[in-house]
């Protein structure tokens, strides 16, 4: 008994121990829906744009300055996230760290020409069904497949 509770420990111990990310979910619905994904800088993987807490900022600011130091991407960000996913982010040292990131729909107005990560980043839009095929992640995969923008008209 005693080992099935320090067992249970040990997993809300990993559970606690994921690091907070946020992202924004960029997206246009002009022809249907599309979302924009960017390529991560060391292994070029498609992704959402996210990053680290910042002092100062709420969460749903920390993911629309993101969405433009990554993809130059400006527009109305919810202030809610529609979900989250967790994800091993591999460290330079070769340590894995889990990180829990939150995501907040970006309803994007205009993509800048220039942006700090242009060189360094791919960006494109893709379909719905694409992105998710595209992203590795099996629970960002369902948070891009349920995703349904609301209506600004309504």
Known sequence: MAGRRKRVKGVEA???AARQQ???LPFR???GLEIM???S???RRWVLPKGWPIKGLKPHSVAAREALEEAGLTGKVAKEPIGSYRYVKRMRNGAAMTCEVG???L???KQRRNWPERDQRTTSWFAREDAATLVDEPDLRDLILAFAPARQDA
Do not use: I, K, Q, S
């Open 14 to 16: 990993a559970a606690a």
């Open 37 to 39: 994904l960017v390529t």
């Open 107 to 109: 309803a994007v107005e």
């Open 29 to 31: 619905d002009d022809d």
């Open 103 to 105: 995501v907040f729909p």
């Open 22 to 24: 946020f992202a924004a």
């Open 41 to 43: 800088r060391d292994t």
